[in-house]
């Protein structure tokens, strides 16, 4: 899990960005308001990982 180490792997970080972003057109798409939830606030967590100091 990322938040066990040191360092963030920035690029493990972006793809799970990626990843979650497509989920997130999927659910629009097919109108999966609740999971849609979800991903937006895994993706909330995602970006501030991303801008955490330290982070790699």
Do not use: N, Q, W, Y
Request: hydrophobic fraction near 45%.
């Amino acid at each position: 899990m990322v938040d066990s180490e040191p360092g963030v792997d920035r690029e493990a970080v972006d793809r799970a960005i990626a990843l979650v972003e497509g989920a997130l057109s999927a659910c629009d798409e097919h109108g999966f308001t609740f999971a849609a939830i979800d991903l937006s606030a895994a993706l909330d967590k995602l970006m501030a990982l991303r801008e955490r100091p330290g982070g790699t």
